[in-house]
């Protein structure tokens, strides 16, 4: 979740994109090069250059070290799985990244990873887990490569139990200063959505679910200052678009979650991110822009989805967990290859940023 580049691919594209309005900047954003790097064998119906068989591989993430590049995903029977690659494309899984889980945490899945170097040369894993106190909290582990090792940091750096708690946490580095986004998850609070825990109670407008920013301390591990909201759901966020650019109603199912910052070289911040529930085939993947990190963010469009012109060849159901690498070009992301599969594999592709259009 650290950047992207994407452009012509959209173009053409059948689905409904929403227009944001007045809307005077020039932003283009274009995705190529998507290539399925993980898949479930029985899921496998073509040749898929580098598949991993029987691996589920959701929320991933990407990082360039030791002379190779790295993906991280949602443990899936593991910690934090991690595959490595030579050329960004054709992975091959190793292992566990996280040896032990976090003394502080229960034995519930550890979700949506996100790998930073920091200035020392050391590598930085947030994840997030179940706090014994019920609520999901954002972790941290480090390790002196990226080549897994990684070892738990002694408590959560982030939580916030009263909102239904933290996922998606996610560093950035700007140039200058460090920063950590993540997802308050009120959708385990109920609301209107669709996706919420079957116990949750329902209601009449959405619960918010705001993406939030906060600076770090040079070691990834220490918040300072405050946090920010950059983004939320439509009912609380009123830089949210109106309608797609077919005139329907832009519908979020007041979901927000996944976010990846990426900042180009013209100095434009992008804000990456899922909307919709993950679970529907309408789980898909948007983008927005703002001058500085901590906003404030304008809507830029949707990025990929099932049925848009650059995942036809693909078929990628519900394309979220968008992750950039900060070279601005590699990106990854999951989704389904069949609707009544929860399995969810990772594709790779390279994206191009012009301005402050993206292109995938």
Not at 143 to 164: L, M
Not at 189 to 195: I, K, N, V, Y
Not at 274 to 295: F, I, P, Q
Request: with cysteine; hydrophobic share 30%; charged share 20%.
């Amino acid at each position: 979740m650290k950047g992207l580049f994407i452009s012509s691919l959209l173009v053409g594209a059948s689905f409904a994109l929403p227009t944001a309005e007045a809307n005077t900047d020039t932003v283009e954003v274009s995705l190529s090069n998507i290539t399925p790097i993980f898949t479930d064998s029985k899921l496998s119906t073509r040749a898929i250059r580098g598949k991993m068989e029987g691996k589920s591989f959701a929320d991933p993430t990407l990082i360039y070290g030791e002379g190779s590049w790295k993906a991280y995903g949602t443990s899936n029977g593991h910690n934090i799985p991690y595959a490595t690659a030579k050329d960004g494309f054709n992975f091959t899984y190793v292992g566990d990244a996280l040896k032990k889980r976090p003394s502080w945490a229960t034995t519930a899945g550890l979700w949506a990873p996100d790998v930073v170097k920091i200035a020392d040369g050391s590598y930085v894993l947030y994840y997030s887990a179940v706090h014994k106190d019920g609520k999901r909290c954002i972790g941290a582990a480090t390790s002196k490569t990226s080549d897994g090792g990684f070892v738990p940091y002694d408590k959560a750096i982030v939580c916030d139990h009263e909102n239904g708690g933290v996922i998606d946490g996610a560093g950035f580095f700007d140039g200058k200063d460090r920063w950590l986004t993540w997802k308050v998850d009120g959708n385990g609070l109920g609301g209107a959505t669709t996706c919420k825990g079957s116990s949750a109670p329902g209601g009449s407008k959405y619960k918010p679910t705001p993406l939030k920013v906060q600076k770090m301390a040079s070691d990834g591990l220490s918040l300072t200052g405050k946090p920010t909201t950059i983004w939320d759901n439509r009912d609380n966020n009123a830089n949210a678009p109106k309608k797609f650019a077919s005139g329907e109603k832009y519908d979020d199912d007041g979901v927000t979650e996944n976010p990846a910052l990426y900042k180009s070289t013209e100095g434009k911040f992008f804000l990456f991110y899922s909307s919709h529930c993950y679970a529907n085939s309408k789980y898909h993947t948007e983008y927005a822009y703002a001058d500085a990190v901590t906003g404030p963010f304008k809507w830029g469009g949707v990025l990929i989805a099932t049925g848009s012109k650059n995942n036809e060849k693909y078929k990628a159901i519900g394309p979220g967990g968008f992750d950039i690498d900060t070279n601005g070009k590699n990106v990854v992301f999951h989704g389904r290859q069949g609707s009544s599969t929860a399995s969810r594999i990772t594709f790779s592709g390279t994206v191009e940023i012009k301005g402050t259009k993206v292109t995938l």
